[in-house]
Nanobody, 115 residues
Framework: QGRLVESGGGLVQAGGSLRLSCAAS??????QGWFRQAPGKEREFVAR??????YYADSVKGRFTISRDNAKNTMYLQMNSLKPEDTAIYFC????????????WGQGTQVTVSS
């Protein structure tokens, strides 16, 4: 049974940086991604990684970088030039298959960007 645990959230001023981590255990995941949910809004896609292929939401392109350390079975989200509108709970997600929906989710980590 797979398990995902996020860490690295916190409070940062606008223009600052944070790096989120998502440690996976229990199985191998082919596809992994990050989503976020702001108060009063629906959860939205942020970024995903499959092998060397990376894809970003337009709202974070050029500011966020997704990566994965296979040896540590950990995925990262480097967030630079943070804006107040990036404030949300960030969730990591994973799937064992490329074409499958994300079936595994972490508990979320809060990111708050102050203006």
């Amino acid at each position: 049974q797979g398990r995902l645990v996020e860490s690295g959230g916190g409070l940062v001023q606008a223009g600052g940086s944070l790096r989120l981590s998502c440690a996976a255990s229990g199985r191998t995941f082919i596809k992994q991604g990050w989503f976020r949910q702001a108060p009063g809004k629906e959860r939205e896609f942020v970024a995903r990684i499959i092998g060397d292929s990376k894809y970003y939401a337009d709202s974070v392109k050029g500011r966020f970088t997704i990566s994965r350390d296979n040896a540590k079975n950990t995925m990262y989200l480097q967030m630079n030039s943070l804006k107040p509108e990036d404030t949300a709970i960030y969730f990591c997600a994973a799937s064992a298959f490329t074409a499958s929906q994300f079936a595994y989710w972490g508990q979320g980590t809060q990111v708050t960007v102050s203006s």
